[in-house]
């Protein structure tokens, strides 16, 4: 059976089912206790477990990310939460060289367990400093996993999975779709971590996206269907480890692909996953590959034009079409 819940319930959903699971596991962060969290998602869970499992702590990153890394080589399996994602560059030191290179600078002695959660994207006015999607910023940190569900299933299902790998993982959330709605069953799950899904079959033209636009790539497929171009959207649900082969497939498939992520373009992890199909499967191509990303301008505070630095499905359709008659 399978119910209807949100992104956020079935985040909060995954951490108390682990947290019931494992001794080992807790939570901590900046008002993630009697709170709830800033945007209510771990709601319930202190009262539950209580306050050795559910912990708040100071406003300190560098601290918290730190005092993860301490927790996780010595045995515990922790999840910490950052406010928000654009808080990665206060902790910067301690997730790039700590929690990622450990393990390898002590020679594989310990694991470093630990699942690092960041609330991401423009979602409503919260401006530069709380606004973007940094995921892209951790691909030279290897050794990290880095983890994007765009809908309730997969974020349930995937961060269960990152709770339980012993490698250390960055899960990124979408504030823009917490509240969204979607089929989760009722029983236990999980979902492999580097396993690309296909959210629409399509034979014309790919869309690759991960988070948010997803469902905006899912909007501009629907309507380039109106104009007779059938367009597959692949969700890769994260970009280490990135599933290759299914990127492949679906290029080979169709032969055009458009990648597109709510982060700026310049730097951002398309150039990467576009350097991967121009090297394994260029031939396929019949088309250049095009990008939709974010404008490379920091995010504004006014709602009115925020709504202009990040990816429409409006663009996206325009892409599809460019892109299927060339």
Known sequence: ????????????????????????????????????????????????FG????????????????GGV???I???????ELQFADFLWN???????????????HGGIFDVPMVLRFPEGAAGGAGPEHSTCPEAALLPAAGLYIVIPSTPFDAKGLLKS????????????HKGIYNLKGEVPDGEYTIPLGVADVKRAGGDVTIIA????????????????????????????????????????????????????????TGGASAEVAAIIAGQCITSLEAPIMRVCGIDTPV?????????????????HVAIKQIAAY
Do not use: C
Request: glycine letters at 8%.
């Open 1 to 48: 059976m399978t119910r209807i819940i949100s992104y956020a319930t079935a985040i909060n959903e995954a951490i108390a089912e682990e947290l019931a699971h494992d001794e080992r596991v807790f939570l901590m962060g900046q008002d993630v206790g009697a709170f709830g969290g800033v945007f209510g998602v771990t709601a319930g869970l202190f009262e539950k």
């Open 51 to 66: 306050p050795q499992r559910v912990i708040d702590t100071p406003i300190s990153e560098m601290f918290l990310v730190g």
């Open 70 to 72: 301490g927790a996780a």
């Open 74 to 80: 010595t045995g515990m399996r922790p999840i910490v």
């Open 91 to 105: 902790a910067a030191d301690e997730i790039v060289g700590k929690m990622a290179k450990w393990r390898y600078m």
């Open 162 to 173: 990152a709770v339980r790998d012993d490698n250390p993982v960055a899960f990124f959330e």
């Open 210 to 265: 991960w988070g948010r636009m997803v469902h905006l790539s899912l909007e501009a497929a629907e309507l380039a269907a109106r104009d007779g171009i059938d367009v597959e959207v692949l969700d890769p649900r994260g970009l280490r480890p990135l599933d290759v082969d299914a990127i492949v497939r679906t290029v080979e498939k169709t032969g055009r692909v458009i990648i597109s992520h709510e982060a700026g373009q």
């Open 300 to 316: 504004p505070q006014s709602v009115s034009l925020e709504q202009f630095v990040i990816p429409s499905a409006e663009e996206l």
